[in-house]
């Protein structure tokens, strides 16, 4: 078997040095030799060539499958093992047809510019978000999945209701986050969740330099104005809860430096809306864009995300059943989209059962509170997914007996729902082949270019200081940015307390794995040693 697959290595490696960078390599096994889903019965993954991990080590993925049709060669003969009359077994053997896939190139620090008062200021961006940053999916002219689904939403509530749109010209930075218990509404956005940045004037800027790349925000704003108390937390997806062992504090600013976070959510900017003097109750109020939040490390899990937040105000004596029309408008417009997934997808002998997939509205604890849930029978890892929130609050700051409602959606949850992508990692690719199978006129299923990806996994084991206590979130920060958000999934498998030396031992199994690029074992394992020696370094633990 090593032998084969070490065969298999040099044979990719070859071809990437002759291979165009539009043109594909095609490998047939016999059945079981691959080591794929694909082969039928399935091959233990010791006990096969690992077709895939092998082609991943000259930058190779798998992109389709296919039954060997040996009437399809002329002249095709199965000779055999050595000539004998022992010829292959060529039933149910396999086509394997690999592609080129984007490398992983080096990060470079980058440095945005933005206007803070009167005052032309720059950050530095974390490391993990600079591919993240300044891609402009909802953007004019855009055929990103978030676009098209900000837009249809949009449309189908304009069919029921009165919509107005508002322009993303609020600040990519806000200067506090504050949130009072006495307006504050559904769960809390944790300190630990928020990206905080250090800002200083561009004419004395430590970062200026020619390692660094400069880019300006496409919104330049005054950020004076402090995110207002409102806000829904938005925590969706599953893991929605904020696991921190310990509760993050908000950092000393350097001196010449002021902190600022990345804004973790557009909610924070309603009452800014409210107070246009164009605002009219019983309109509502859409707003769209990118939000920032620390999160842990799962498929439905994401650190940066698009929101979109709906408002509007309403009177109970005179519209008691507004609230009611919102939530239906809400829902018809997300079922209307399933519906169309349904019907893209069904067969024409046999029509798609659309109640296998739907939305429900689930009411918390709290009063006027629910989290908009999606329901997919065949898809489980999409069942009881959070793709929003809705909440209805007084409206303080009137003497007319105004109510808020606000709803608050993750576009980027809902079209991985829609368009049935299972990691969340896959609408941020730079891979070509991703738009090319979107179109803004039917919601088709989308079709991976990247088949059967390997995976690897390796744990990591410390200790900790004697306190032993350690910001989770940061950690899954430190680990996105060292893997390049080639960790899948990372769990906390063991601690426990060692009495003697009154230290915490954690013991994490992260799983490497990429959604849309090559990866080796050996480039997985240099980024486990690499994280082995960041952990060190950002929390001074003990390896074990």
Request: glycine share 4%.
């Amino acid at each position: 078997m090593k032998k084969n697959r070490d065969l298999l290595a040099k044979f990719f490696l070859n071809c990437a040095d002759v291979l165009t960078a539009e043109g594909d390599v095609h490998v047939t096994l016999c059945r079981g030799q691959g080591g794929t889903a694909a082969d039928q019965p399935t091959r233990e993954w010791h006990n096969s060539w690992q077709i895939v991990a092998m082609a991943a080590r000259a930058g190779f993925v798998l992109s389709k499958v296919q039954t060997f049709d040996c009437t399809r060669y002329y002249g095709y003969t199965s000779t055999g093992y050595r000539s004998q009359d022992k010829p292959f077994h060529v039933d149910r053997a396999l086509t394997h047809v690999f592609t080129r896939s984007l490398p992983f190139s080096k990060i470079k620090p980058v440095v945005m510019e933005t206007v803070i008062g009167s005052e032309h200021c720059s950050f530095q961006i974390p490391e993990e978000l600079i591919e993240k940053i300044n891609r402009n999916f909802l953007r004019k002219g855009s055929n990103h999945p978030v676009k098209i689904i900000n837009e249809l939403l949009r449309k189908q509530f304009a069919d029921t209701v009165t919509v107005q749109e508002l322009e993303d010209n609020f600040p990519l930075l806000s200067k506090q986050y504050l949130q009072s218990d006495d307006t504050c509404v559904g769960p809390e956005i944790c300190q630990a969740e928020l990206y905080w940045v250090s800002c200083s004037n561009c004419q004395d800027d430590k970062w200026r330099s020619s390692e660094c790349a400069r880019v300006t925000e496409p919104q330049c704003c005054d950020v004076s104005t402090p995110v207002s108390p409102l806000s829904l937390g938005s925590r969706t997806g599953r893991n929605a809860d904020c696991c921190v062992l310990k509760q993050a504090e908000v950092p000393d600013v350097s001196e010449g430096c002021t902190r600022y976070c990345l804004r973790p959510t557009l909610t924070g900017y309603v009452y800014n809306a409210l107070q246009r003097p164009d605002f009219k109750a019983e309109v509502i109020y859409t707003l769209s864009g990118t939000v920032f939040r620390k999160c842990l490390i799962t498929p439905q899990t994401m650190p940066v995300f698009h929101e979109m937040v709906l408002v509007s105000t309403f009177s109970d004596k005179r519209k008691p059943d507004f609230l009611h029309r919102f939530m239906c408008s809400v829902e018809s417009a997300i079922s209307f989209l399933i519906k169309s997934v349904s019907s893209a997808t069904a067969s024409k002998v046999h029509q798609m059962d659309t109640g296998l997939r739907s939305v429900t509205f689930k009411e918390e604890a709290s009063a006027k509170s629910w989290n908009i849930c999606f329901q997919d029978v065949e898809h489980p890892e999409f069942t009881n997914l959070s793709v929003g929130k809705l909440i209805s609050v007084p409206y303080k700051q009137t003497n007319d007996e105004l109510s808020i409602c606000v709803t608050s959606i993750n576009l980027d949850l809902l079209s991985m729902v829609l368009y049935h992508i299972n990691d969340w990692r896959m609408l941020w690719t730079f891979d070509e082949r991703f738009l090319n199978q979107i179109s803004g006129s039917e919601l088709k299923p989308f079709c991976g270019f990247s088949l059967y990806p390997p995976s690897y996994p390796h744990d990591v084991s410390f200790w900790v200081g004697v306190n032993g206590k350690l910001d989770e979130l940061e950690l899954h920060a430190v680990v996105r940015r060292v893997s390049r958000e080639s960790v899948r999934e990372m769990k906390l498998i063991d601690s426990f307390w060692h009495a003697q030396t009154k230290r915490m031992s954690y013991c994490y199994r992260l799983t490497y794995q990429s959604c849309d690029r090559a990866l080796s074992y050996q480039q997985a394992l240099e980024m486990q040693l690499h994280l082995r020696d960041e952990l060190q370094k950002s929390f001074q633990v003990t390896l074990r």
